[in-house]
């Protein structure tokens, strides 16, 4: 495909390509490398790339990816699908949130640059060699192995046409959450850096969680896999119609973080609308002494949270959401 050049392809059908692009060597003369699948319908039409596991614990998506460019192989559609099923591949190999090598958090470190540190020279190589060569991003996230989080999807806002596009494919994505990612806590993250560099909408959905996936895995997936489809609907690379809920919300999402380590008790769940004030949380020390209470800061609905009985000072405690209409 034009544009995107892989450094070592291990498959090459009618219109799929499996392999690999590399960004370091290794002692052993192995390589850091990135998974690539390109599925080109040899029609016209936009170039959609769709990643997971950026953090390297977050898999739904990365199953969904797979679902659709083997479905895709054989069934027509309109321009090109670029599928990255393990972003962060040591991460995900080694059921890792962050990089084993050098501990960053990828998410954290966008756009990267090509001579500090390796997770910082995969942020600048995808971005400079798969990126810069689509026309929109499906970045998948998810509640990883602690937290559980309801699925949402992120976008980012504004005026211009690219948050006009980015808005049109996360309702199109069409899961109850949609997440206005106005007030991030954090910079480093994809999305503002592929907005940034290169004018590309992207949406981010957070999708499935370990404490979720004994009994959820396969619906998980499915949400990744049919919220593909209908992005691509909305695309115009398939046809048929967008379908869309009626029940889908604005939100704005808050880290609210423990202040103790201890034993941590959910009294809010899932979806639970809370008034400000209500008591959401509790945590206790090793002797059972109760030494947190966390009360809603304003009135909102958990859209998450941190989901290992133990917690640590300042680990993300409640992801809760205001609702903004
Ligand atoms: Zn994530």
Redesign the pocket.
Known sequence: MEGIKLDDVVLKTGNRINGFINYGQKPDGSNFRIPVIIVDSKLEGPTLLIDAC??GD?YEGAEAILRIMDEFETRGFRGKLIGVPALNFEAFAEIS?ASITDGFNL?RIFPGNDNTYITHRLAYVYMERVVKYVDQVIT???G?DVLHLEPIIGYLPGDDSVSEVALGMAKAFNVKYNWKMQNLPFTGVSALEYKKAFGIPTI?P?VGSHCDRLKSREKNVKICYEGILNVMKYLEMLEGEVVVRDDQMTVELNYIHSRNGGIQKLIKKENDIVEEGELMGEIYDVFGNKIEELFAPYRGVVIGFWSVPVIRPGDWWYLFAKILD
Do not use: A, D, P, W
Request: hydrophobic content about 20%; overall charge negative; charged content about 25%.
């Open positions: 950026t953090h977050e949130r998410n998948f996230h998810g990883g981010l957070e």
